[in-house]
């Protein structure tokens, strides 16, 4: 526990390459390959999260600013996921959920119920979240485990069925997503896809990147785009000349930058990517394929996600005003939407138009599941002795207390014995499921491999 706890402690950026580094060698790479792809991955993490902080840096001011010139007066504070984060590893559930995660994942594997392996141990506080929020509701700490573990399988199954999208739209071959907060929403994203493909001359709108670039020429590029979404955000928070110009020049350096650090992590990722595939055939001459789980950070420079969750800013603060029975006020983790698009952009086939009504869709429900949970968010943060921002009553976050996966768990709690029992039912039934369209999957690769 303490040699888990002291690699999450070090930070993505550092553990990741460790981790990636020995399990490259147990795969048989070689130590001088397998620590270079390691510090590329590093590289790769440190360059998204410098781009990602100088978004939130500068898109954070800008948001408040728009806060108060949109008039907005709710009683519901989001504080963003550091405070999710508190409240999931600040409780005894935090703690177990590195060890139980990877048992899962392993049982998971073993039972051919995923293909992922799963080596985003940062992000298992997402599930942790899960599992604090129903120890407080049922003071269990057993059924807080079996429900943190629940929102973990349910991920896994996501991610594996997201893959395809997330190799073809993404350019991201043998990644899964098994992020809790971008999983969420992929349901969602695939009902609502769906709907519109019913609904004449909506059906026939197409706008991804290629066919942005071709209609509006260089307008359409990422660096002119960027940009110009930077200008209407300096002009909706009333900037002065000088920082709208600056705000406009982040946001097209936003745009340009966040896929060439995707590009270098990729570069590190490879190896390990070919050496996990190359053991799979040795082992089961071809007819098994795994996918290695990453942080949807890799995935965040998509044109398309990144321009989609900029225009959703103002957006989000337009909504929250109009949302009937919303309390919930956005603000620290609006920089942070563009997690919320990773899967969505896929599902929608990287289309702008049906990306952004999706976004639509996604946010104004959110913001009424983050008034919602708002209470046990901000009893879960005093019991995790996160500090409370003066004059705030009630606490909420987007990331991942407005997303609707954790919510319909904690919610189904409250039922006690027939929640648990419909929960696992449910989980059980997306696992055998899911094994079903694997061994499938495998037979039809081995018929393809053998023709």
Same mark, same amino acid.
């Given at each position: ?10 930070? @993505? ?7 990636? &580094?020995?399990? @490259? *060698? ?5 130590i001088?390959?397998?620590? =270079?792809?390691?510090?590329?991955? /590093? ?11 100088l978004?939130?840096e ?7 600013? $728009? ?15 550091? !405070? ?6 600040g ?8 060890p ?5 994942? *392993? ?10 392996? +799963?080596?985003?141990?940062? +992000?298992? #506080? ?8 129903v120890?407080?509701v049922?003071g &269990? ?9 629940v ?16 190799e ?9 997503i098994?992020?809790g907060?971008?999983?969420?929403? %992929? ?17 026939k ?8 670039? =071709? ?12 940009? $110009? ?7 909706l928070? =009333? ?20 896929p060439?650090? %995707? %590009?270098?992590? $990729?570069?590190?990722?490879m190896?390990?990517?070919?050496? *996990?595939? @190359? ?16 942080? &949807? ?6 044109p ?7 225009v ?12 009937p ?22 599902? !929608? ?30 009893? @879960?943060?005093l019991?995790?002795?996160? %500090? ?12 991942? /207390?407005?997303?609707?996966?954790? #919510? ?7 039922? =006690? ?9 449910v989980?059980?039934?997306? $696992?055998?499921?899911?094994?079903s ?13 053998a023709?």
């Open positions: 526990m303490n040699i888990l706890q002291w690699l999450v402690d070090l930070g @993505a950026s550092v553990m990741m390459p460790i981790i990636f &580094s020995i399990f @490259a *060698v147990c795969l048989g790479v070689k001088g390959k397998a620590i =270079k792809s390691g510090l590329l991955i /590093g590289i790769g993490f440190i360059g998204l999260n410098i781009v990602i902080t978004l939130t500068n898109l954070g001011p800008a948001a408040e600013a $728009m806060v108060t010139n949109f008039g907005l007066n709710l009683n519901v504070l989001d504080v963003g996921w550091p !405070a999710a984060s508190a409240i999931a590893f409780s005894t559930v935090g703690i177990l959920i590195i139980l995660g990877i048992i899962i994942n *392993v049982v998971m594997l073993l039972t051919k119920t995923t293909r992922t392996v +799963n080596i985003d141990i940062w +992000n298992f #506080w997402h599930f942790a979240f899960t599992g604090s929020l120890y407080i049922t &269990s700490l057993g059924i807080a485990l079996i429900f943190a573990g929102n973990m399988i349910v991920t896994m199954i996501i991610a594996d069925r997201t893959a395809p999208l997330v073809s739209e993404l350019g991201l071959p043998g990644i899964s098994p992020h907060f971008s999983a969420s929403y %992929a349901p969602i994203a695939w009902v609502v896809n769906k709907i519109l493909d019913f609904i004449p001359g909506i059906n709108i197409k706008l991804d990147a290629n066919d942005i670039q =071709k209609k509006f020429g260089i307008f359409g590029e990422p660096a002119i785009l960027g940009t $110009m979404i930077g200008l209407l955000l300096g002009i928070a =009333k900037y002065d000349v000088n920082k709208t110009l600056n705000l406009a020049m982040v946001m097209g350096a936003v745009l340009v930058l966040t060439k650090m %995707a %590009a270098i992590l $990729m570069e590190g990722l190896p390990v990517s070919e050496a *996990v595939q @190359a053991l799979i055939q040795r082992k089961f001459s071809g007819k098994a394929k795994l996918y290695i789980g990453l942080d &949807s950070a890799v995935s965040v420079g998509h398309v996600t990144l321009a989609v969750s900029l959703m800013v103002p957006v989000t603060l337009i909504l929250a005003l109009i949302v029975g919303n309390q919930f006020l956005p603000f620290a983790s609006l920089a942070g939407l563009p997690f919320m698009f990773v899967l969505i952009t896929p599902l !929608a086939r990287g289309d702008f138009f049906r990306t952004f009504v999706i976004g639509v869709i996604v946010v104004g429900v959110g913001l009424l599941i983050g008034t919602n949970i708002s209470p046990l968010f901000t009893e @879960a943060a019991a995790a002795k996160f %500090a409370i921002p003066d004059g705030a009553r009630l606490i909420s976050s987007i990331d991942y /207390g407005s997303s609707p996966l954790p #919510w319909i768990i904690v919610k189904l709690s409250e039922f =006690k014995t027939i929640g648990i029992g419909a929960v696992i039912a989980t059980v039934g997306l $696992m055998l499921w899911n094994r369209l694997i061994i499938k999957e495998d037979k039809n690769e081995g018929n393809v491999t023709e």
